[in-house]
């Protein structure tokens, strides 16, 4: 079983960064993280392989946001930079174990959610 924790959600000002991360424990081959904003679908962010080191991104954070994995510790982050009110949302940690192929940032691809952080950007 697979059991997610996350932290390091908070408010913040347009351009300004945030960090989140997530404890992890359990055997994972895909860990990282979605989002979903009032009346929107979830959506993929940045997820990782902890196989390969390959990393995912949604186009919409390309070169502001950051995955990051230390399988040692069982902690995977998310550096926020530059971040937007349209970033605005519950952030979740999600994970998987290598049983599905929907595609990295497919929400239905991860069986396993933490309870998600909320982060608040205001312009």
């Known amino acids: 079983q697979v059991h997610l924790v996350e932290s390091g959600g908070g408010e913040v000002h347009a351009g300004g960064s945030l960090k989140l991360s997530c404890r992890f424990s359990?055997?994972?081959?895909?860990v990282g993280w979605f989002r979903r904003s009032e009346g929107k679908p979830r959506e993929g962010v940045a997820v990782?392989?902890?196989?390969?080191?390959?990393?995912y991104y949604a186009d919409s954070v390309k070169g502001r946001f950051a995955i990051s994995h230390f399988q040692d510790k069982n902690m995977v982050y998310l550096q926020m930079n530059s971040l937007k009110p349209e970033d605005t949302a519950m952030y979740y940690c999600?994970?998987?174990?290598?049983?599905?192929?929907?595609?990295?940032?497919?929400?239905?691809?991860?069986?396993?959610w933490g309870q998600g952080t909320r982060v608040a950007v205001s312009s």
């Open positions: 990782i392989s902890t196989r390969s080191g390959t990393m």
């Open positions: 999600v994970a998987e174990q290598g049983t599905s192929s929907l595609g990295p940032l497919h929400p239905s691809q991860y069986p396993f």
């Open positions: 359990g055997y994972i081959v895909f």
